[in-house]
């Protein structure tokens, strides 16, 4: 039996997991039309391979990497390419952004797949280009391309990998229902991407509130014999946090601007374990994922495995959506989420759920107050910051006093916002506070960029007008000396060639 | 000599005085000389916090100068580009009162980079003459284009251009830009006390 650490902090806010019937995957067909975004990840968008008029088939590479930092896109399933343009996405800012539109042909027709199934024989490096070349990026939210953290670097030796089923934001069940319905494809999964890492441990872990899942999870390391751990912690938001994680599970922490890798540890989201079994097993890219779509406002809730660029609009008329007025659609879960503003927007690869509460599950926030010091905040905090501080700081725009108190360290859990007896939207004060740092932290790189540049530019002007300066001496002096020696002056034989040339015109007319 | 130390006391106290100003202010002109400053330390800090578009809109002909005419004391609010988060930090810098951007020398705009309508150019080079960080790549009679990465958008390479086929067009667009904005300060302005309002009715 493990050791459990305690995380600072935390709250228990109403679960409400049941409401999507975890455990059990439904069908909602297919859509007529899918749109999938170029950057469903975190860094640069991918590049499209396709044009519009192209038939495609399912598995088929639509749009390559875009350097180390970046997925490839695949389609996933037949279809024609129907427009490659920008289109609403499901981002915060409501923006638009590239997307590759395929009119799905109903076939579902696949390219043929080469799996290895013989993974143990294969180099851990070929196997990490596959899985980045499979498209999978981290699948719990975050999207981060999951080959960039198998490749930790010779620097840091993985010892641990751990796979982080904690799932604990309220109504989210994606997890749950994925590690129920493919416990034996997450145990693979879990052995290869330890074979990647050349971690010597497994370690799963689980909330108390997935019985269910525990259970089939410990049946299937039983049955496949691996040594895997599989350990569960009491429920608490937000033990999910990779870092929150990570001490519960081991009682240690992950330095301050680090990552898990500085201690010898990977944390995986469970899809993409499966997802990464899929590639190489199978040789299947990312394509699907599981969605939970969830809340009142849905007379079916359910989990259902989803074609990545699915239009949100279509996944809530197949689960039954009454839209009321005022009627919000939330992509993610109900603390770290955001509101959508365009149901034509598609799910992505960090898609875990999609929610329509009715105006009485989740009312709408009310007026923040001024706050009054009241300290919940500081005690809810699970990265042990001060966020009344944080808050004060970031309207004051103070970024060295942000950075002084490890605004970097917030997770943006929302913990602090949910305590908050003043309704103060505090996680936006953050983020917006972190956006405006990196933003001058740009511009200061591109200042110090421009200013090189530009006395390399003044100092190369000035060196050619002193060299013109020194050929035209070089020159003058050279006439001089010839005038000197008694042979004729260069300057006073040119102009008594003009005066010459001129008087012979003048003859002429 | 010590014997006629201790005769004259008020001699040997004025010896000794001169002997250790003499010695400390020798070693203090060395110093002067040994540990010379280059340059103006305060106007490098400036600089450093100066947007480096080194457009002239501040009426120097680059940042470098500017923020040698701010150590010697002129105003902190005659740059345009870096605006107000400039002002600021300048403030900051030379703990003094921060103000508001002078309109004279123009107002805070987005940030832009230059863009040639290629099939206009006419291969002239003058803009790349002009350009104060060689972000312009071309040569004679062939066409110019702008390095989108290295330009400044400080717009000194517009006037030159005889065709005018150069744009300034927003730097920072789309969904990678993109951060989180402040939430509007949405408090009711609280007037009174509490136990004031009364205070209010009656009066």
Same mark, same amino acid.
């Given at each position: 039996?493990?050791?459990?650490?305690?995380?600072?902090?935390?709250?228990?806010?109403?679960?409400?997991?049941?409401?999507?019937?975890?455990?059990?995957?439904?069908?909602?067909?297919?859509?007529? %039309?899918?749109?999938?975004?170029?950057?469903?990840?975190?860094?640069?968008?991918?590049?499209?391979?396709?044009?519009?008029?192209?038939?495609?088939?399912?598995?088929?590479?639509? =749009? !390559?990497?875009?350097?180390?930092?970046?997925?490839?896109?695949?389609?996933?399933?037949?279809?024609?390419?129907?427009?490659? !343009?920008?289109?609403?996405?499901?981002?915060?800012?409501?923006?638009?952004?590239?997307?590759?539109?395929?009119?799905?042909?109903?076939?579902?027709?696949?390219?043929?797949?080469?799996?290895?199934?013989?993974?143990? #024989?294969?180099?851990?490096?070929?196997?990490?280009?596959?899985? /980045?070349?499979?498209?999978?990026?981290?699948?719990?939210?975050?999207?981060?391309?999951?080959?960039?953290?198998?490749?930790?670097?010779?620097?840091?030796?993985?010892?641990?990998?751990?796979?982080?089923?904690?799932?604990?934001?309220?109504?989210?069940?994606?997890?749950?229902?994925?590690?129920? @319905?493919?416990?034996?494809?997450?145990?693979?999964?879990?052995?290869?991407?330890?074979?990647?890492?050349?971690?010597?441990?497994?370690?799963?872990?689980?909330?108390?509130?997935?019985?269910?899942?525990?259970? %089939?999870?410990?049946?299937?390391?039983?049955?496949?014999?691996?040594?895997?751990?599989?350990?569960?912690?009491?429920?608490?938001?937000?033990?999910?946090?990779?870092?929150?994680?990570?001490?519960?599970?081991?009682?240690?922490?992950?330095?301050?601007?680090?990552?898990?890798?500085?201690?010898?540890?990977?944390?995986?989201?469970?899809?993409?374990?499966?997802?990464?079994?899929?590639?190489?097993?199978?040789?299947?890219?990312?394509?699907?994922?599981?969605?939970?779509?969830?809340?009142?406002?849905?007379?079916?809730?359910?989990?259902?495995?989803?074609?990545?660029?699915?239009?949100?609009?279509?996944?809530?008329?197949?689960?039954?959506?009454?839209?009321?007025?005022?009627?919000?659609?939330?992509?993610?879960?109900?603390?770290?989420?955001?509101?959508?503003?365009?149901?034509?927007?598609?799910?992505?690869?960090?898609?875990?759920?999609?929610?329509?509460?009715?105006?009485? #599950?989740?009312?709408?926030?009310? !007026?923040?107050?001024? @706050?009054? /010091?009241?300290?919940?905040? =500081?005690?809810?905090?699970?990265?042990?910051?001060?966020?009344?501080?944080?808050?004060?700081?970031?309207?004051?725009?103070?970024?060295?006093?942000?950075?002084?108190?490890?605004?970097?360290?917030?997770?943006?859990?929302?913990?602090?916002?949910?305590?908050?007896?003043?309704?103060?939207?505090?996680?936006?004060?953050?983020?917006?506070?972190?956006?405006?740092?990196?933003?001058? !932290?740009?511009?200061?790189?591109?200042?110090?960029?421009?200013?090189?540049?530009?006395?390399?530019?003044?100092?190369?002007?000035?060196?050619?007008?002193?060299?013109?300066?020194?050929?035209?001496?070089?020159?003058?002096?050279?006439?001089?000396?010839?005038?000197?020696?008694?042979?004729?002056?260069?300057?006073?034989?040119?102009?008594?060639?003009?005066?010459?040339?001129?008087?012979?015109?003048?003859?002429?007319? | 000599?010590?014997?006629?130390?201790?005769?004259?006391?008020?001699?040997?106290?004025?010896?000794?005085?001169?002997?250790?100003?003499?010695?400390?202010?020798?070693?203090?002109? $060395?110093?002067?000389?040994?540990?010379?400053?280059?340059?103006?330390?305060?106007?490098?800090? *400036?600089?450093?916090?100066?947007?480096?578009?080194?457009?002239?809109?501040?009426? $120097?002909?680059?940042?470098?100068? $500017?923020?040698?005419?701010?150590?010697?004391?002129?105003?902190?609010?005659?740059?345009?580009?870096?605006?107000?988060?400039? *002002?600021?930090?300048?403030?900051?810098?030379?703990?003094?009162?921060?103000?508001?951007?002078?309109?004279?020398?123009?107002?805070?705009?987005?940030?832009?980079?230059?863009?040639?309508?290629?099939?206009?150019? *006419?291969?002239?080079?003058?803009?790349?003459?002009?350009?104060?960080?060689?972000?312009?790549?071309?040569?004679?009679?062939?066409?110019?284009?702008? *390095?989108?990465?290295?330009?400044?958008?400080?717009?000194?390479?517009?006037?030159?251009?005889?065709?005018?086929?150069?744009?300034?067009?927003?730097?920072?667009?789309?969904?990678? $830009?993109?951060?989180?904005?402040?939430?509007?300060?949405?408090?009711?302005?609280?007037?009174?006390?509490?136990?004031?309002?009364?205070?209010?009715?009656?009066?």
């Amino acid at each position: 039996m493990r050791v459990l650490h305690d995380i600072h902090g935390g709250i228990h806010p109403p679960e409400r997991k049941g409401l999507s019937q975890p455990g059990k995957l439904a069908s909602l067909g297919l859509p007529p %039309r899918l749109v999938i975004p170029l950057r469903q990840h975190l860094g640069a968008p991918a590049v499209p391979v396709v044009a519009p008029g192209d038939t495609v088939l399912g598995g088929q590479l639509l =749009a !390559e990497a875009n350097g180390v930092m970046s997925v490839p896109v695949h389609a996933p399933t037949s279809g024609t390419v129907r427009a490659i !343009e920008s289109r609403p996405i499901a981002h915060a800012s409501g923006l638009e952004d590239i997307c590759i539109e395929i009119e799905t042909d109903g076939l579902d027709q696949w390219v043929a797949l080469t799996g290895t199934p013989q993974w143990q #024989e294969c180099e851990p490096a070929a196997l990490a280009e596959r899985v /980045r070349d499979a498209g999978i990026a981290g699948m719990g939210g975050a999207g981060f391309p999951t080959a960039v953290k198998l490749t930790p670097g010779p620097k840091r030796p993985i010892e641990l990998l751990l796979i982080n089923g904690t799932e604990c934001e309220p109504y989210i069940t994606a997890d749950d229902t994925l590690m129920q @319905c493919f416990a034996d494809q997450l145990i693979e999964g879990a052995a290869i991407l330890a074979h990647i890492l050349g971690a010597g441990a497994i370690l799963i872990g689980i909330e108390d509130n997935k019985p269910e899942a525990i259970a %089939r999870v410990q049946a299937a390391v039983t049955k496949a014999g691996a040594s895997i751990e599989v350990a569960s912690f009491p429920t608490k938001y937000p033990s999910g946090g990779e870092k929150q994680v990570i001490e519960i599970l081991t009682g240690q922490q992950v330095p301050s601007g680090g990552i898990p890798a500085d201690i010898g540890i990977v944390c995986l989201n469970p899809g993409t374990a499966v997802a990464v079994r899929e590639a190489i097993v199978d040789g299947k890219p990312l394509t699907h994922r599981i969605v939970t779509l969830t809340g009142e406002a849905l007379s079916q809730p359910c989990n259902t495995l989803a074609c990545l660029g699915t239009p949100i609009g279509y996944l809530l008329q197949s689960t039954g959506w009454t839209s009321e007025a005022q009627q919000r659609v939330i992509h993610g879960g109900p603390m770290m989420g955001f509101a959508v503003s365009n149901l034509a927007a598609p799910i992505t690869k960090i898609t875990n759920c999609l929610l329509a509460p009715t105006e009485a #599950e989740l009312p709408l926030p009310e !007026e923040p107050r001024p @706050c009054i /010091r009241c300290g919940h905040c =500081a005690e809810a905090c699970p990265a042990s910051l001060l966020p009344q501080q944080l808050y004060w700081y970031a309207r004051a725009k103070d970024q060295e006093q942000l950075a002084e108190h490890r605004l970097f360290d917030c997770i943006e859990c929302g913990a602090c916002a949910y305590v908050c007896p003043s309704q103060i939207p505090l996680v936006q004060y953050y983020r917006a506070a972190k956006g405006q740092i990196r933003d001058s !932290e740009q511009e200061r790189a591109r200042s110090d960029n421009s200013r090189a540049r530009f006395e390399a530019r003044e100092k190369r002007v000035a060196e050619e007008a002193a060299a013109r300066e020194e050929k035209r001496a070089a020159r003058k002096a050279a006439a001089q000396q010839q005038a000197d020696n008694g042979g004729v002056d260069p300057v006073q034989a040119a102009i008594a060639r003009a005066k010459a040339k001129k008087a012979q015109q003048d003859a002429q007319q | 000599m010590v014997q006629w130390l201790t005769n004259e006391p008020l001699l040997a106290a004025l010896a000794a005085l001169l002997l250790l100003g003499s010695g400390f202010g020798a070693l203090l002109g $060395y110093a002067a000389i040994r540990f010379k400053v280059e340059g103006n330390p305060i106007s490098e800090q *400036i600089n450093a916090l100066l947007p480096q578009t080194q457009c002239g809109q501040c009426g $120097y002909p680059g940042c470098r100068p $500017y923020s040698e005419a701010i150590a010697e004391g002129d105003a902190i609010n005659k740059c345009p580009p870096g605006g107000e988060e400039t *002002i600021q930090a300048l403030a900051d810098l030379l703990d003094v009162e921060p103000q508001p951007l002078d309109a004279e020398h123009g107002v805070e705009k987005e940030p832009v980079v230059a863009w040639i309508r290629e099939a206009e150019c *006419i291969g002239c080079t003058k803009c790349i003459q002009a350009c104060p960080v060689d972000a312009i790549l071309g040569a004679a009679k062939v066409m110019h284009t702008v *390095i989108a990465d290295e330009c400044t958008g400080c717009d000194l390479c517009l006037e030159p251009c005889p065709v005018d086929c150069i744009d300034l067009i927003p730097r920072k667009q789309g969904i990678g $830009y993109w951060h989180w904005p402040l939430p509007a300060d949405r408090f009711r302005p609280i007037e009174v006390i509490a136990t004031d309002a009364a205070a209010r009715t009656a009066a």
